[in-house]
T-cell receptor
Framework: GAVVSQHPSRVICKSGTSVKIECRSL??????MFWYRQFPKKSLMLMAT?????????EQGVEKDKFLINHASLTLSTLTVTSAHPEDSSFYIC????????????FGPGTRLTVL | AQSVTQLGSHVSVSEGALVLLRCNYS??????LFWYVQYPNQGLQLLLK????ATLVKGINGFEAEFKKSETSFHLTKPSAHMSDAAEYFC???????????WGLGTSLAVNP
C-alpha cells in the first residue's frame, strides 16, 4: 500500500511560537493532500485541502492565517501553526489520496502538538 | 451531498465473539465506502473499501463488509474478535468530485477477555 510519513511525531512548544509539520508521500505522487485535526475521543475534523501548485482550500471556521499550508512539491505538504496557543494542542493527521478513481486516502502517523 | 452515521459510539465484545460495527450512509452519487482503523496515538489504517465491484468486501485482519444499497449500509464484521482488535473504527464515504471523504464519528471497540 501507499506510504505517507509525517514529521515530527510529537512536538512541544511554548505559546506564541510557530510549529511546522511535514507530510510526505513516500512512494507515490500526491497533487492533493488533506490535513485533519483530531481531538481526544473525537472524530476527524478536516481542516483544509492542500493543492500542489495552488492555494490550499480551507474548511469553514478554520483560520487560514493561523494554519498555513504549503504544498511545495508532488510529495510534500507542510502545515505551519503560527503563534500557537494552548488551545491549538491537538493531534494533527495528514492524508493523501491515491488511485484517482477511488479516492482511497492513506494516512500519516500523526503529529501530537502540545503548546505550553 | 453525502453523510455517514455510525450507530454506537462504543461496542464491547468478548474475545472470540462476533464483531459487528454499523455504518449507514447517504450519497447523491454512487458512493465509495471505506472502513479505517485507528490505534491509540497513530494514524488511520485502511481496513477495506467498496468501489462498485463486489458487494462483499474482504479486508485485512479478517474483517469484511457488505455493501447493501437498498439499506444504504456498509456494516463491518469479523467472525471472531481478538484482543488486538480493540481500537477506534471509522466509516467514510467518498465519490464526490473534490476527493474528500465524509467521516462517521467513529466506534470504539473494546474486546474483553
Amino acid at each position: 500500500g501507499a506510504v505517507v510519513s509525517q514529521h515530527p511525531s510529537r512536538v512541544i512548544c511554548k505559546s506564541g511560537t510557530s510549529v511546522k509539520i511535514e507530510c510526505r508521500s513516500l512512494d507515490f505522487q500526491a497533487t492533493t493532500m488533506f490535513w485533519y485535526r483530531q481531538f481526544p475521543k473525537k472524530s476527524l475534523m478536516l481542516m483544509a485541502t492542500s493543492n500542489e501548485g495552488s492555494k490550499a482550500t480551507y474548511e469553514q471556521g478554520v483560520e487560514k492565517d493561523k494554519f498555513l499550508i504549503n504544498h511545495a512539491s508532488l510529495t510534500l505538504s507542510t502545515l505551519t501553526v503560527t503563534s500557537a496557543h494552548p488551545e491549538d494542542s491537538s493531534f494533527y493527521i495528514c492524508s493523501a489520496p491515491q488511485g484517482f478513481s477511488t479516492d482511497t486516502q492513506y494516512f500519516g502517523p500523526g503529529t501530537r502538538l502540545t503548546v505550553l | 451531498a453525502q453523510s455517514v452515521t455510525q450507530l454506537g459510539s462504543h461496542v464491547s465484545v468478548s474475545e472470540g465473539a462476533l464483531v459487528l460495527l454499523r455504518c449507514n450512509y447517504s450519497s447523491s452519487v454512487p458512493p465509495y465506502l471505506f472502513w479505517y482503523v485507528q490505534y491509540p496515538n497513530q494514524g488511520l489504517q485502511l481496513l477495506l473499501k467498496y468501489t462498485s465491484a463486489a458487494t462483499l468486501v474482504k479486508g485485512i485482519n479478517g474483517f469484511e463488509a457488505e455493501f447493501k444499497k437498498s439499506e444504504t449500509s456498509f456494516h463491518l464484521t469479523k467472525p471472531s474478535a481478538h484482543m488486538s482488535d480493540a481500537a477506534e473504527y471509522f466509516c467514510a464515504v467518498g465519490g464526490g468530485n473534490n476527493r474528500k471523504l465524509i467521516w462517521g464519528l467513529g466506534t470504539s471497540l473494546a474486546v474483553n477477555p
